[in-house]
């Protein structure tokens, strides 16, 4: 039976799927979504994450245009409804319902106190959004997050630990802007980048079209060995 909380925010409350380890108190990660919303991707990752000892919660970020978004990503038709979820998402918003969820995280009885974000695509630049913007938490991991390169002007308030995962053929972020992006995280002394060969944009996304098993695990051990030295 699938499990979520409610996230009290400033501007309204929404819910959050979260999976629980199965000791406590533990260190929890907020894992943020793609444009297909918390689905079962997103799920998998949090109920992963959970199996490594981290409580794991995914909040719905589309709640203000859509609640309980939860699409397929083997399906156009969903691709398209997340898309157009996506283009019109407030990104200003989105950071202070994540503040919400990271607040709330860190108060519920089962946690430590110590939290990470975690996310991937529109989840990873709303990490990088919220870790130039907040720092009322432990550490920051982005996989592929299309649009960053936008607000490296923000970098300057990085203070949270960042570790960043690129793939080299991305569709949606050129090489240029890859270039740019590491260029500029190279200047921050808290901040990694690993960037992954021969792979596409969503490389580590269970069931999705350019999976590639090898670079996942790769990237998973490289997080979850980051997410343990800050966390634990």
Known sequence: ?????????????????????????????IVLQELFGVNADIRKTCDELAEQGFIA?????????????????????????GLRLYQAYNRDAG??????????????PECNGKVAILGYCLGALMVFLTAVRYDGFDAAVAYHGADTEKYLGE????????????????????????????AALAKKPNTTVY??????????????????????????????????????
């Open 1 to 29: 039976m699938l499990s979520y909380i409610s996230i009290k925010g400033q501007e309204g409350t929404f819910s959050a799927y979260i999976a629980r380890p199965k000791t406590s108190p533990a260190a929890a990660v």
């Open 57 to 81: 919660v995914a909040p719905d970020l589309f709640w203000r245009q859509e609640p309980g978004v939860d699409l397929s990503v083997t399906s156009e038709a969903d691709w398209q409804h």
């Open 95 to 108: 950071v202070k319902d994540i503040k919400d969820t990271i607040n709330t995280v860190r108060n519920l």
């Open 155 to 182: 970098l300057d308030r990085l203070n949270s630990p960042l570790l960043m995962h690129l793939a080299e053929e991305d569709e949606f972020i050129t090489k240029a802007a890859q270039a740019e992006i590491k």
């Open 195 to 232: 960037s992954y060969p021969g792979q596409n944009h969503a490389f580590s996304r269970h069931g999705g079209v350019h999976y590639n098993a090898e670079a996942t695990t790769l990237a998973y051990e490289r997080t979850y060995s980051f997410l343990n030295r800050q966390l634990r």
